[in-house]
């Protein structure tokens, strides 16, 4: 048998050649389905990257955005929607009462229990019944088209157009649905302009719904800056955002109402430094002492007797004012404001404020008090005033001044430092009042946890730069103490303390053989000792912290000093305070 090789390499040719076609049908298929994929793949990407990158066309109903339906009524204030919907009666637009006092004109106030509302101008208080047309300013009475004042489960409504009467605003009314645009908020506002036809949008994104369109040239409210947004305010009622790549840069523009003319008050203000001290008088012999507490007084030219007590809820007052004190009291060279306070236990300063006909009888008491005796004027010393007492107190505030400035009494309000009490209203009373005295003690008191200073010196300061964020200064009056407390904390940490003058303090001193040093965090010397059962601290008011105090008035130019009270001073610290208040 013979070998043959190029027969016997015929074989395996023809299977690589089979086997090659065999793997070139298969892999035909698996080809193309990688191509279908990768090109289902790209679409895909490329639709996901177009639906990224296009904004949305979706426009959002007005309904839906404003939430109205029916005879409700959208409110915009300027620069956000109000929660509270206004109400359309009988063809008219009508306003919740806390929306107008709370965002428009707080001098509307509604006398929930006498079903009344009132308007306190400079001079005199507009009274309107409920489901009346008519209101008397002065002499002359008006009657309107509409009802002004209207209550619904126990929820009242003024007309916008009576609000409008009183308050400086413009407002837009749309329908379809129903809104109103309100602009109260004048001078330099933050503005953008669009510099081309945009969206106003619901979110900062290009998929959030389309609020309105706005042409080029437009000008929107600036009310936030995100990364590539504005957050906008429409003239036509819309908050949204815009993009920064359609307007201009931000810039401050002017707005101002037109047509409207502010309240002037007066006021009686002094064109000498206030130099006041309070004279506690708790009988009327009390008053006898006069002479003797003013003997050395030097440079006071003002005093304060606490001659008027409110004593029952139905606004009686106690008096013990005295015009021979007050004939004496001129003869020296002193003014007299007398105190009025709500220091009675029985009674409810909520119940006494929060109704008309009891706060004018209280005022009508006063003031024939203030005449019979010839005051000078009346000091408000109402404290711990509560948020819920906060509206009826300011309007107390508001009526007695309108009395005072028409029998010419100085009126003069005692506040304590601004922290945790924004609801005694110090931007209205340095408005309708004369003077504001900030009572710049009392950081730590009888019943605090820990001993502490009476009045710190970053305390008095502090009170002092947060009144005049809402006071002018030639109105504040800078109160001082002339007292200090004696603090003593017990071995088991119960904390008690005593009142005590500067005399009395120097004398406990000096018998207890304390050592004292300046406390430069307080502004005030400090002294502590140790007995078996406890730990005995002072910070002194003496000349030295007084004087501390008295610099910061000189340099913020307050309206001059008060100090609590007379009988507590050395005196030598009068040399200290008319030394400041003289220059």
């Known amino acids: 048998m013979c070998y043959n090789g190029t027969e016997k390499s015929v074989q395996p040719v023809q299977q690589k050649e089979e086997f090659d076609g065999t793997m070139k049908k298969k892999l035909v298929p698996v080809l193309v389905a990688f191509l279908l994929i990768l090109v289902v793949a790209a679409v895909g990407i490329i639709t996901m990257m177009i639906n990224k ?9 007005d309904s839906d955005y404003y939430g109205v339906t029916g005879e409700e009524v959208a409110v915009v204030l300027q620069d956000q929607v109000s929660e509270q919907n206004a109400r359309m009666i009988d063809g008219r637009v009508y306003l919740d009462y806390e929306t107008v006092s709370t965002y428009l004109n707080p001098r509307f106030y509604w006398d929930q229990n006498e079903e009344k509302l009132l308007y306190t101008t400079p001079t005199e208080i507009i009274t309107i019944a409920a489901d009346d047309s008519t209101y008397r ?90 990364e590539d947004w504005y957050q906008v305010a429409t003239e036509e009622g819309y908050i949204g955002y815009v993009q920064k790549k359609d307007v201009f840069e931000a810039e401050d523009k002017k707005y101002a109402s037109t047509g409207f003319a502010a309240p002037e ?23 006898n002492n006069l002479a003797a507490s003013v003997a050395n007084a030097k440079g006071l030219n003002t005093i304060s007797p606490t001659w008027f007590s409110v004593t029952d809820n139905q606004g009686n007052i106690s008096s ?55 005051l000078d004027g009346i000091n408000l010393d109402f404290e711990s ?61 009888n019943g605090s946890e820990e001993a502490g200073s009476v009045a710190s010196i970053s305390f008095f300061n502090e009170g002092i730069e947060q009144t005049l964020e809402e006071v002018p200064a030639e109105k504040v009056i800078g109160g001082v103490p002339f007292y200090t407390r004696l603090w003593r904390v017990s071995v088991s940490e119960n904390v008690t303390s005593e009142v ?5 303090a120097a004398a406990y001193i000096a018998e207890k053989g304390i050592e004292t040093f300046w406390d430069k965090s307080t502004g005030q010397n400090y002294g502590e000792y140790e007995a078996e059962d406890a730990t005995y601290k002072i910070w002194l008011e003496d000349e030295q912290s007084l004087e501390e105090r008295m610099k910061l008035i000189q340099n913020y130019q307050l309206a001059g000093a008060a100090a609590w009270k007379l009988g507590f001073e050395r005196n030598s610290v009068w040399d200290v305070i008319s030394g400041y208040l003289n220059e």
Request: charged share 25%; proline share 3%.
């Open 53 to 61: 990158y296009t904004p949305s066309e979706q426009v959002m109903e």
């Open 137 to 226: 300013i002065g002499q002359e009475e008006t009657t309107v088209e509409y009802i002004i004042f209207k209550t619904e489960e126990e929820k009242g409504y003024l007309a916008l157009e009576f609000v409008k009467l009183f308050t400086d605003m413009e407002y837009q009314r749309y329908e379809d649905p129903n809104k109103i645009v309100i602009q109260y908020k004048w001078g330099d506002l933050p503005t953008v302009t669009a510099s081309e036809d945009t969206y106003v949008r619901y979110r900062g994104g290009i998929k959030s719904d389309i609020l309105t369109q706005v042409l080029a040239g437009t000008d929107m409210l600036l009310l936030k800056e995100l």
């Open 265 to 287: 008050y007066t006021s009686q203000v002094r064109e000498h430094k206030i130099n006041l001290a309070w004279h506690q008088v708790t009988s009327q012999d009390a008053n």
């Open 320 to 374: 013990l004012a005295d015009p021979d004190y007050v004939a004496l009291a001129h003869e020296m060279g002193l003014e007299v404001w007398g105190l009025i306070d709500n220091f009675n236990t029985e009674v409810s300063t909520l119940e006494v404020l929060s109704r008309t006909s009891v706060r004018q009888y209280l005022i009508d008491q006063l003031i024939q008090k203030a005449q019979e005796v010839g």
């Open 385 to 445: 005033i509560t948020e819920e007492e906060g509206p009826h107190f300011i309007q107390f505030v508001r009526e007695l001044s309108i009395t005072c400035r028409k029998n010419e009494l100085v009126l003069s309000i005692d506040n304590p430092v601004p922290q945790y009490t924004s609801h005694y209203n110090r931007k209205e009373q340095g408005i309708v009042a004369d003077y504001v005295i900030i009572m710049g003690y009392d950081e730590h008191f």
């Open 500 to 504: 005590m003058g500067m005399d009395e």
